[in-house]
Structure formats: C-alpha cells, structure tokens
C-alpha cells in the first residue's frame, strides 16, 4: 500500500518521521477493516491501544504527582478526566487523522459515537506506536502537547467532578433546590435510540443533554447545568 499521506500525517502533524510507518498504519487500522481485507492485511490497532493506553496512564500519573499535591482519590479523577474517551476522541479529531483511519464499510455507516470512541483507540494506538518507533520521551511530549495541557480547563470547570453530584452540589447552594430529570424527547429505533433529557431546579430548566441511555443523557444535561451555574460565578 502506499504510505506516503501517513508519513505526511507524521512530519506535519507530529512534527517527526516514523522509522517504522508500518507502526502507524497499524494504528489507525480497526479491526473490521483486517476482516474485511484479510489477504492484504493482517494487522490491527488493539495491541498498540492496550501499550499506548498503558503509557497514556504512567504520563499522566507522574505528571499529577509531580504537580500537584492532592490525596490518591482526587488525582485519580483528575486522571480519568484526562483520558476519558470524550477528551482523547477530540484531542484525535483535531489532530486530523481520521481520514486516514481504516474501517470496514459497514464501520463507515456508524453512528457519530461509535466513530468518536474509535476516534480515541486510534489514539492511544497512536501513542502505542510512538513509544515503539520514537521511544518514552517522545511519547511523553506528544501526550503533554494534546492531552495534559487540558488539566487547567479540567479543573477550572470542575469537570473532573461526578456531574449529577456537582450539578446537584450546586443548585442547593444556589437555588436551595434539588435537582430533577425529565425526558423531554426519545428518538430512533428500539437498538439505536437517543433521549433528550432536560435538567430542571424547580420549574426552570438548566440544561439539556442527550445520549444513548437516559443516564447518559442525564450526565450530559448535568454538564450543561454546571456551565449555566459558573456563568453565573463569573459575574
């Protein structure tokens, strides 16, 4: 196959040239595309997910550790916070290697989630392949430069926090009032739905979110309530 726009992906985006390119062409290549190309490729992105996933969570623990001086419990969810799916999915977005991601036909027709959670395995592949082919520093920089260079935002925003819990935390001591949830709206069919879910404190409604479960949805319009009430902070 011809390498050449991953090796330009390399130079340009990641601001070095791979030794090995194969290691990046593994990277972003999802299983479903090996089972549908199985004469011509045999190699997949899961093995360089679970290392790059690995060193993903060592950077990120020596970097709390060494800034901050916080119990286990908090670093730990500043951590997670860090490397949840949403963050490194939008650190990959932009990047803008997904054009350059491998699937299968039938991957391609997916959902927008299900795109986004492949968005950030070829991540963390990504990160796998660099440690292999660049060595630990190099991996390190690149996950300082997209992913740890958010920790600010993470914790002025407080999302680091279980959302219901500080959505909840902070319509009391604002409102005087606890929190509720509505269904506002369910669509799709039975296997795919999505609801909309409305945040009230009250009669008035603070946030709306939607997911694939009402407690996704739920977490989403705790978000939004969140930002609604730290726009009022910021007055």
Not at 139 to 166: C, M, N, T
Not at 173 to 178: F, K, L, P, R, S
Request: glycine residues 8%.
């Amino acid at each position: 196959m011809d390498t050449t726009p991953y090796q330009e992906f390399a130079e340009s985006k990641l601001g070095f040239q791979f030794n090995d390119i194969n290691l990046l062409v593994t990277a972003l290549t999802h299983r479903s595309y090996v089972n549908e190309h199985k004469k011509s490729t045999h190699d997949h992105n899961e093995r360089l997910e679970f290392l790059g996933d690995a060193v993903l969570e060592l950077v990120s623990s020596d970097f709390l550790y060494r800034n901050y001086n916080e119990p286990e419990g908090i670093m730990t969810a500043w951590r997670a916070a860090l490397v949840r799916t949403e963050s490194i999915g939008a650190a990959g977005e932009k990047l803008g290697y997904a054009p350059l991601v491998r699937l299968s036909k039938g991957e391609k027709r997916g959902t927008d989630r299900a795109h986004a959670v492949i968005l950030a395995d070829c991540f963390e592949a990504v990160i796998g392949a660099i440690y292999l082919d660049q060595g630990y520093e190099t991996a390190k920089k690149f996950i300082e430069k997209h992913i740890l260079v958010k920790i600010d935002e993470i914790l002025e925003e407080g999302s680091w926090r279980d959302p219901k819990s500080y959505f909840q935390e902070l319509a009391q001591q604002y409102d005087g009032e606890t929190p509720s949830y509505k269904t506002l709206k369910e669509d799709g069919p039975d296997h795919d739905k999505t609801f909309t879910v409305g945040a009230y404190v009250g009669k008035s409604i603070k946030g709306t979110g939607t997911g694939h479960s009402k407690q996704e949805a739920q977490t989403a319009a705790a978000r939004q309530g969140i930002k609604y009430y730290k726009s009022i902070i910021k007055r």
